[in-house]
């Protein structure tokens, strides 16, 4: 460390109380501490529990909180709440509702729900022995965590099975303990998390007596996956192309059909377009995680990855069109849970649940790959027709507007001039600078 770095590394930081962390930010930005203070949540019992769910907290940072209403799935309208700061997002999940809610709505299933985790292991004995010793014991590895798993396995869950697996070809002396579970209607982080590691000290205590003076196994670490390929779901719509006139001002059905195709055809043999592909997903699946207190970070990983599962990074949505009718769908997986974890405890979480009439665990990844596949239907029409540029651009003006600080009467002249005219931050910054 040099002179500079020793006096400005600071020490105990998470001890320090709220009034000094605020000094401290004011010292930082010049800015005076009362106004940092209007940062925060404004209502204290709320605050304080929203500074709980992470450390050094010192304010709040707010999204907008939307709601997307008139979504038919499996017959049930639903208004989604929806978080998220891309102006647009909302609008288009909106719109897509609207479109498909006299089609015949959104319909999806559950396609499985196991997930995994894995107590990563080194041995350097000898295989056979291993796999013969492991079979011996490998009950008591379920026995052992029969007292943190007991409840879950009373509603029908809990842990499904453990398989040694032989990794060494990929890696020398690498063995996998490959755990499945079912967490029912929660993410099931911690639990699965509490589970491995007890399990992986059974393992140990077992290895060190089946292997007395060898040396013993080396756990290297004990923790769930976010690869969730058999926590699948998948949501669908349907229509006769006739129906899809108009969808696009003045596009026949037809037409609009397989444009659409083609722009899917492209998400599955380009990667460059594939990836923009899965983000427009993701706008929508990411917006309805952060408002259901769901890991978006957890939902996108298994996504992505799932996208590459057949060697090639590929758009998750699929369309098929015979002569009369047109079927778009998405197959992702989805671990999300309604209970634990913030779901329940932050405030704003839980009054989406009740938004979402209470869903079960099911119920809300089918809602999840409805509105990713709801913001892809959007953006490709969007993209496929008059492009996206013209519906961003409205709301792009409002932000640059906002940021200019003009008043009520500039930005109302300001939304006039710029109809059908090209919006940058210079252009607009330029028109109200004259009007001033
Ligand atoms: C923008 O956030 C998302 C899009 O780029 C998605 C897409 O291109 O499909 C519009």
Not at 47 to 59: H, P, Q, R
Not at 83 to 90: A, L, Q
Request: hydrophobic content about 40%; charged content about 20%; some cysteine.
């Amino acid at each position: 460390m040099n002179q500079d770095n020793q006096s400005s590394y600071i020490q105990g930081f998470s001890k320090w109380g709220l009034q000094k962390k605020l000094e401290f930010m004011s010292s930082l930005t010049g800015i005076d501490i009362n106004v940092l203070m209007k940062y925060a949540w404004p209502d204290e019992d709320i605050a304080n529990i929203i500074n709980k769910l992470s450390e050094n907290t010192v304010a709040h940072f707010p999204f907008p909180y939307g709601l997307a209403p008139n979504f038919k799935i499996q017959d049930e309208t639903h208004v989604l709440p929806l978080v998220t700061e891309e102006s647009s997002v909302v609008a288009a999940l909106a719109n897509a509702a609207k479109i498909w809610y006299t089609k015949g709505g959104f319909r999806n299933k559950v396609l499985g729900t196991i997930k995994k985790g894995q107590i990563h292991v080194f041995w350097s004995g000898q295989p056979e022995l291993f796999f013969k010793r492991f079979s011996k014991f490998k009950s008591k590895l379920l026995d052992a965590t029969r007292n943190i798993s007991g409840r879950m396995e009373k509603r029908g869950g809990g842990v499904l099975g453990v398989e040694l697996l032989d990794k060494t070809k990929e890696l020398p002396n690498y063995y996998q303990l490959d755990v499945s579970f079912n967490t029912l209607d929660a993410m099931g982080a911690n639990f699965i998390n509490t589970v491995l590691e007890k399990m992986a000290q059974e393992f140990e205590k077992n290895m060190a007596q089946e292997f007395p003076g060898e040396l013993p196994v080396e756990v290297v670490m004990s923790i769930l996956s976010n690869f969730t390929p058999d926590c699948l779901v998948k949501a669908w719509v349907e229509c006769p192309i006739e129906s899809l006139d108009d969808v696009i001002k003045g596009m026949p059905g037809a037409e609009f059909a397989s444009r659409f195709q083609k722009a899917i055809q492209i998400s599955q043999v380009d990667v460059s377009r594939a990836v923009t592909h899965n983000k427009g997903i993701f706008n929508g699946i990411d917006a309805l995680a952060l408002a259901t207190g769901n890991d978006w970070r957890a939902i996108e990983s298994a996504g992505h990855a799932y996208a590459a599962r057949s060697g090639k990074y590929q758009g998750l949505t699929k369309v098929y069109i015979d002569e009369k009718m047109f079927s778009f769908s998405i197959e992702l997986p989805m671990n999300i849970g309604v209970v634990g974890g913030v779901t329940n405890l932050h405030p704003m979480a839980a009054l989406s649940m009740k938004i979402l009439k209470n869903p079960s665990g099911n119920e809300l990844m089918g809602m999840f790959a409805v509105v990713g596949l709801a913001s892809n239907f959007a953006a490709i029409t969007a993209l496929i027709g008059q492009g996206i540029q013209q519906g961003h651009m409205k709301l792009h003006l409002d932000n640059i507007l906002q940021q200019l600080g003009a008043d009520k009467n500039q930005s109302q002249k300001a939304r006039e001039f710029f109809k059908g005219k090209t919006v940058s931050y210079a252009n607009v910054e330029e028109y109200i600078s004259n009007l001033k």
